[in-house]
């Protein structure tokens, strides 16, 4: 069974950059696309963007600006970093399989950073 | 960006009550729509994929349907296990995005 799980800092002060990596087990990472979904408390979902084990990446234009999605296959992981973070960048952040439909099929369990100093 | 509007975006429901949800896109997204179920401190739940088939080991109360830029999720007797929110994704285009959410609320 795919499983993908967070981690990283839970708090990062504004203007700084949040750093988040998605370990995957009981599958490869070397096929589908793999992305990053976030969810400010209360609100609803964004997609952030993807990554191909290629190394080719697709960002929502509204974060294109700050935003960098990077993978190690050797280490079956992929990571998200968003530079110059507001309060506004305070939400649960998903990682998430795109699967063989092309939707969202495994989802990580999340993990909530907050921006605040 | 396809906008997806989603309605209602909350309603009041009771055990047995037959529900639907309806999710709108701003332009024909054929039949790349996916539903998903998110419960309170959970990561979003896949229900349904390409519009109307139903994720393995979801209840088949639970059925979707619809194309082009109207799409419906509908619960045919809602259970206790069924109060959460319910969202909308559209996958014909970059980027990818979500309905607003309807909560279902006893």
């Known amino acids: 069974q795919l499983q993908l799980q967070e981690s990283g800092p839970g708090l990062v002060k504004p203007s700084e950059t949040l750093s988040l990596t998605c370990s995957v087990s009981?599958?490869?990472?070397?096929?589908?696309?793999w992305t990053w979904v976030r969810q400010p408390p209360g609100k609803g979902l964004e997609w952030i963007g993807y990554?191909?084990?290629?190394?080719?990446?697709n960002y929502n234009p509204s974060l294109k600006s700050r935003v960098t999605i990077s993978i190690d296959t050797s280490k079956n992981h992929f990571s998200l970093k968003l530079r110059s973070v507001t309060a506004a960048d305070t939400a649960v952040y998903y990682c998430?399989?795109?699967?063989?439909?092309?939707?969202?099929?495994?989802w990580g369990q999340g993990t909530l950073v907050t921006v605040s100093s | 960006d396809i906008q997806m509007t989603q309605s209602p975006s909350a309603m009041s429901a009771s055990v047995g009550d037959r529900v639907t949800i309806t999710c709108r896109a701003s332009?024909?997204?054929?039949?790349?729509l996916a539903w998903f179920q998110q419960k309170p401190g959970r990561a979003p739940k896949r229900l349904i994929y390409?519009?109307?088939n139903l994720q393995s080991g979801v209840p088949s109360r639970f059925s979707g349907s619809g194309s082009a830029t109207e799409f419906a999720l509908t619960i045919s007797s809602l259970q206790p296990e069924d109060f959460a929110t319910y969202y909308c994704?559209?996958?014909?285009?970059?980027?990818?995005?979500f309905g607003g959410g309807t909560k279902v609320e006893i």
């Open positions: 390409a519009a109307s």
């Open positions: 009981g599958g490869s990472i070397s096929a589908y696309y």
């Open positions: 994704l559209q996958h014909n285009s970059y980027p990818l995005t």
């Open positions: 998430v399989r795109e699967g063989p439909t092309g939707d969202l099929d495994y």
């Open positions: 990554i191909y084990h290629t190394g080719s990446t």
């Open positions: 332009q024909g997204i054929s039949n790349y």
